[in-house]
């Protein structure tokens, strides 16, 4: 089984920027696609990015295209969202994902999950 830790989170002013970090012990990100999520106060997860280690493709929703990059470091099994000029809109516990199908494919279905990070930004 597979207990994905997410870090990285913390409190930053607009317009600065985070990298939040999914890894977890015997975790092999060439088994997975990982995706990142998030859940602001009141409102449902919502799916953020995604990247897929069968054939490398990442998925961006439209609120944090341009401004957010997934990327994976094989070396250390550990996959990265690094935040650009966050939003107060970006407020909101931020979790990762594994798929044990190694592809960003819309069906959302991710097999493993843990605790999610506090991602908090002030205007």
């Known amino acids: 089984e597979v207990q994905l830790q997410a870090s990285g989170g913390g409190l930053v002013q607009a317009g600065g920027s985070l990298r939040l970090s999914c890894a977890a012990p015997?975790?092999?990100?060439?088994?997975?696609?990982v995706g990142w999520f998030r859940q602001a106060p009141g409102k449902e997860r919502e799916g953020i990015s995604c990247?897929?280690?069968?054939?490398?493709?990442?998925y961006y929703a439209d609120s944090v295209k341009g401004r957010f990059t997934i990327f994976s470091d094989n070396a250390k099994n550990t996959v990265y969202l690094q935040m650009n000029y966050l939003k107060a809109e970006d407020t909101a516990v931020y979790y990762c994902?594994?798929?044990?199908?190694?592809?960003?494919?819309?069906?959302?279905?991710?097999?493993?999950w843990g605790q999610g990070t506090q991602v908090t930004v002030s205007s």
């Open positions: 994902g594994a798929r044990i199908v190694p592809l960003c494919l819309p069906d959302l279905i991710y097999n493993y």
């Open positions: 015997g975790f092999t990100f060439d088994d997975y696609a």
């Open positions: 990247i897929s280690s069968s054939n490398g493709g990442t």
